[in-house]
């Protein structure tokens, strides 16, 4: 089966622009959160979303937002990129609304603002 | 004071040594806590769940003190293939839910 999966793996952006980030659960995971990795950082929370619905939102400003289709699958958005939105961003799935669950990770999508 | 706490290390250790790491964590409301394993440059990966009533996995032993908001990973018969960072991982779902990654603890495994 495949695992989580996420699109692109690079990206080269310049600060101002807007990105739109993807990822696709593993099949019959109905939660997915996003998380930024910053080198030397462990991963920070941004966004849960369980059946379509936001469930919980870290500390990041109004710029990130995201969605769930019926799909399950995600997208992160960021508009008005700044430097240190440079990152790993990494999307996370787990069968049910991941109280206890375990996350399983995608393999990220490298962000590079200049 | 950051939510979730870890030594950043690095833990220097030969084969066959056992190591310990701990984790503390602020908000006396969490309720479920992890060990991810995370190689360079790679996605974390699920190690292990932690119980109040402590658990084991083959080398690895996860416990959690939930009076003293800590929980450790102790690994024993340290592998090269154990060199990675360490990531502690408490979930909270209290106003919405969240996870919280601690930074990492670094271990090198030297032959």
């Known amino acids: 089966d495949a695992g989580v999966t996420q699109s692109p793996t690079h990206l080269i952006k310049t600060r101002g622009q807007h990105v739109t980030l993807r990822c696709s659960p593993i099949?019959?995971?109905?939660?997915v959160s996003w998380y930024q990795q910053v080198l030397g950082q462990g991963p920070q929370f941004i966004f849960q979303y369980y059946e379509k619905e936001e469930r919980g939102r870290g500390n990041f400003p109004d710029r990130f937002s995201a969605r769930q289709f019926p799909n399950y699958s995600s997208e992160l958005n960021v508009n008005a990129l700044l430097l240190g939105d440079s990152a790993l961003y990494l999307c996370?799935?787990?069968?049910?609304?991941?109280?206890?669950?375990?996350?399983?990770f995608g393999p990220g999508t490298r962000l590079l603002v200049l | 004071r950051k939510e979730v706490e870890q030594d950043p290390g690095p833990f220097n250790v030969p084969e066959g040594a056992t190591v310990a790491f701990n984790c503390t964590y602020s908000n006396s409301a969490s309720q479920s806590f992890f060990w991810y394993r995370q190689d360079c440059r790679k996605e974390p990966k699920l190690l292990m769940s932690v119980y109040s009533s402590g658990n084991e996995d083959g080398r690895f032993t996860a416990q959690l003190n939930r009076a003293s908001q800590y929980i450790s990973l102790l690994i024993r018969d340290s592998k090269l293939s154990d060199s990675a960072t360490y990531l502690c991982v408490v979930n909270t779902h209290t106003g919405g839910f969240k996870t919280i990654f601690g930074a990492g603890t670094r271990l090198f495994v030297k032959a």
């Open positions: 996370a799935s787990s069968p049910v609304e991941q109280y206890q669950e375990t996350q399983y």
């Open positions: 099949s019959g995971h109905k939660s």
